[in-house]
């Protein structure tokens, strides 16, 4: 099956986010990825409700939302109410994730988990049957156009194989330095959502950009 590919309006141009979305609405992206950053869990900020909502407005595709915030809780309904469809609050930021993944599953919403790149994926061995999808961060959230770390390939291998054992419908979505050179040996690994940001918007075709990734096939090593 081809993976899925949400595009990060990230690194749209914030000018013409209508053009933009437009854009992607006519693409083979299957999501769009809003990332959310708070300037305390990561050392950036990036939009909040406003914007989002002005996105939601054009988007004809879901918004699969990654809140890199402090305290998500308190912002789920409002996320929501801003058109999120499905929601992703970092493990790092979550003292009683069973109780938030419940409550982004009573709004309604695919409820998902992301892992910094320091975070074990055995560590979400008890609630990973709970929630539809885990993003595995292949650099230090806060910021687009990172280098992608080496050692999220193993991290994508760990996952599945508990994928496989507790929820083998799962998400596996990677977000970080992805594009056409890793997305092959990513897909071998098991992930099956790619997040793309700077290799599409920076791509002097974003429509061809994301047609390569959506048609990438699983490539092993020699
Ligand atoms: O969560 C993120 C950063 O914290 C972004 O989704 C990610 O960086 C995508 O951008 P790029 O493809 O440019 O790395
Ligand atoms: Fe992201």
């Given at each position: 099956m081809k993976p899925f590919v949400s595009p990060s309006i990230l690194a749209a141009d914030f000018a013409n986010m209508q053009r933009d979305i437009e854009m992607l609405n006519s693409s083979e992206a299957d999501w769009i990825h809003v990332d959310i950053m708070?300037?305390?869990?990561?050392p950036n900020i990036s939009f909040g409700f406003p914007v989002m909502k002005a996105v939601k407005q054009y988007a004809t595709k879901p918004l699969d939302v990654h809140l890199m915030i402090v305290d998500p809780d308190r912002y789920l309904k409002a996320f929501k109410d801003a058109g999120a469809d499905g929601i992703m609050v970092h493990y790092e930021a979550c003292t009683h994730l069973h109780r938030t993944i419940q409550a982004i599953k009573d709004l309604g919403c695919r409820a998902g988990v992301a892992l910094n790149p320091h975070t074990n994926v055995r560590l979400l061995e008890d609630v990973i049957a709970d929630v539809e999808q885990v993003c595995v961060m292949s650099v230090n959230p806060g910021f687009g156009g990172q280098k992608f770390i080496h050692n999220t390939y193993k991290k994508i291998r760990e996952l599945r194989t508990l994928a496989e054992l507790h929820n083998p419908k799962l998400f596996i979505e990677i977000d970080g330095g992805v594009d056409v050179s890793n997305a092959s040996k990513l897909i071998e690994a098991g992930a099956n959502v790619l997040v793309a940001g700077s290799s599409v918007f920076s791509a002097h075709n974003p429509l061809d950009a994301i047609s390569a990734l959506k048609n990438t096939q699983p490539l092993k090593e020699a």
């Open positions: 708070d300037g305390v869990f990561v």
